[in-house]
């Protein structure tokens, strides 16, 4: 016969989330509301890429 052990451990929710790092640490801070500014704030800068790109004439324009 062979016996067969199992074990529940229950863990916190902030436990079973990811590693990110930097990011977990400031949504701990201020919440999930700051994924929402941090995606905003990486198009902005993609925006701003593509415009500058755009204006050297590096971009066709068509």
């Given at each position: 016969?062979?016996?067969?052990?199992?074990?529940?451990?229950?863990?916190?929710?902030?436990?079973?989330?990811?590693?990110?790092?930097?990011?977990?640490?400031?949504?701990?801070?201020f919440?999930?509301?700051?994924?929402?500014?941090?995606?905003?704030?990486?198009?902005?800068?993609?925006?701003?890429?593509?415009?500058?790109l755009?204006?050297?004439?590096?971009?066709?324009?068509?």
């Amino acid at each position: 016969m062979v016996s067969v052990v199992s074990a529940v451990v229950w863990q916190p929710v902030s436990e079973l989330i990811l590693q990110l790092g930097p990011i977990e640490t400031l949504v701990s801070t201020f919440g999930p509301f700051v994924i929402p500014v941090l995606i905003f704030a990486v198009g902005i800068v993609g925006y701003l890429v593509l415009v500058t790109l755009g204006r050297a004439g590096l971009m066709n324009g068509r």
